[in-house]
């Protein structure tokens, strides 16, 4: 080797490849924020800054090729002094440590502001699910399921779909944890994972649930701002189960969608597009890439583009500095975890454009997953206008309680969040203390 060919250094694997912003440092700073407003004890802060169980495993997976591939595998359970662990499980080829720290922390919030007895997790398999076949997927599914073991429970912790997963993905998880336990427990462990298919023991309305949730948020601003939803426009970044879900509902309120995106590009179309012709594409073809309809645009034209709703519905740190600098919008509504950075964030709020943070918008899913496990539990099943009611309750109600705490606090609307989490979490540690 020549003296001047020096190798690159490898990749740690426990780093974002794209090099972005470390996502458990963007929920610190957020932490920090809210610890400064909330009277909160020294030891609790202690406690909440880093998680329980940080769970990492390798696992070897016979491909349908005939090749033995390794997997890598995270499961990170934050915090369960509330009730069980609850986060989804995320298929993506920049899965890491930091990031599943991040969101289920985040989960940890999402349940405590939403009063749901459950605690936060996240985890999910370091791969390209879109580079596989249906049965290779199924197989990697159920053997990280099975090296979870006893480390998932219906009791203990109980994950649900991400970026990458589905359903599918829920039933194959659930069957073979059920295969795991004793013949007389197999029925009463379906609750082990939400999101699962209606005929496995789903919900009605969950797979809706997060866009719908989405929606009611938006409903709730433009009641307090006084806005008018019918005539107004909407950008929605990433056409996944969120996006979409949040475009149609919009669309029959009379909300126009003028712009979309995901990784493969950005369209845009003044007079609107078809929100469920865009989503039978992205089902055909699993990305918006090569859509046909609207104008096709750069990235920073998408975000440049003026209209009244954004809603980040793709991965997280998306909106930094750059992008909040040429947004032109009056509220961005965040669809994904974590999709604005700690500097975005300040200069959106300078501009005067307000911020519906993830911890509150993207929390419908959640609460429809915990409808979904109770119905579990209770061996019933609830018509979807009955879920959609309770969803719709709380989530409005959740809303003005925050809207409330921000005057009150005069914070921030994601502060605000933090603080109503927080200190339903010390009230339960004040209660419980800690043992011995």
């Known amino acids: 080797m020549k003296t001047d060919q020096i190798p690159a250094p490898e990749q740690n694997p426990d780093e974002p490849i794209d090099k972005k912003e470390n996502l458990f440092e963007v929920a610190e700073k957020q932490l920090e924020r809210a610890f400064k407003v909330v009277q909160l004890d020294e030891s609790l802060q202690t406690i909440v800054k880093q998680p329980k169980n940080e769970i990492i495993i ?9 090749k033995i591939q390794l997997f890598k595998g995270y499961r990170v359970q934050h915090n369960n002094v509330l009730g069980p662990f609850k986060g989804g499980m995320r298929y993506h ?11 289920a ?11 749901i007895p459950f605690g936060g997790g996240k985890g999910g398999v370091k791969f390209d699910p879109s580079a596989h076949n249906m049965e290779d997927l199924e197989r990697i599914t159920r053997r990280f399921t099975h090296a979870l073991g006893t480390n998932i429970g219906p009791e203990w912790d109980i994950p649900a779909p991400d970026v990458g997963t589905n359903s599918q993905t829920m039933d194959w998880m659930m069957d073979t944890y059920s295969n795991m336990v004793s013949m007389s427990d197999k029925q009463a462990v379906k609750r082990v994972v939400t999101g699962k298919s209606i005929v496995c023991g789903g919900s009605p309305g969950r ?10 948020c938006i409903n709730q601003w433009a009641l307090e701002k006084r806005f008018s939803l019918p005539g107004s426009t909407l950008a929605v970044q990433g056409f996944g189960n969120v996006g979409s879900n949040t475009a149609q509902i919009l669309s029959r309120m009379g909300v126009s969608l003028i712009a979309v995106g995901d990784h493969t590009g950005y369209w845009r179309h003044p007079e609107g597009f078809n929100p469920y012709k865009i989503s039978e594409y992205v089902r055909a073809h699993r990305s918006l890439q090569g859509y046909p309809g609207g104008q096709s645009i750069s990235r920073d034209e998408f975000f440049a583009t003026k209209c009244d709703i954004f809603v980040p519905a793709a991965l997280e740190l998306q909106i930094t500095e750059k992008e909040a600098k040429i947004m032109n919008c009056k509220v961005v509504v965040e669809g994904a975890n974590g999709p604005t950075d700690i500097d975005g964030e300040n200069l959106l709020l300078s501009r005067g454009i307000d911020i519906i943070p993830d911890i509150l918008a993207n929390s419908g899913g959640v609460i429809v997953s915990y409808y979904e496990w109770l119905q579990n539990k209770r061996s019933e099943t609830w018509d979807i206008e009955d879920v959609r009611s309770r969803l719709e309750t709380r989530m409005s109600s959740t809303y003005q309680l925050v809207s409330e705490k921000a005057r009150f606090l005069k914070v921030d609307t994601r502060t605000a969040c933090y603080a109503i989490a927080l200190e339903r979490l010390q009230q339960v540690y004040t209660r419980r203390g800690i043992w011995p």
């Not at 390798?58 to 005939?66: A, E, Q, Y």
Request: proline residues 2%.
């Open 58 to 66: 390798h696992f070897p997976v016979r491909l349908t090729s005939g």
């Open 93 to 103: 080829h920049n899965v890491y440590l930091d990031e599943c720290k991040a969101l």
């Open 105 to 115: 922390a985040w989960m940890t919030w999402k349940c405590a502001l939403q009063n």
């Open 207 to 216: 797979e809706e649930a997060t866009g719908r949730g989405i929606v009611h």
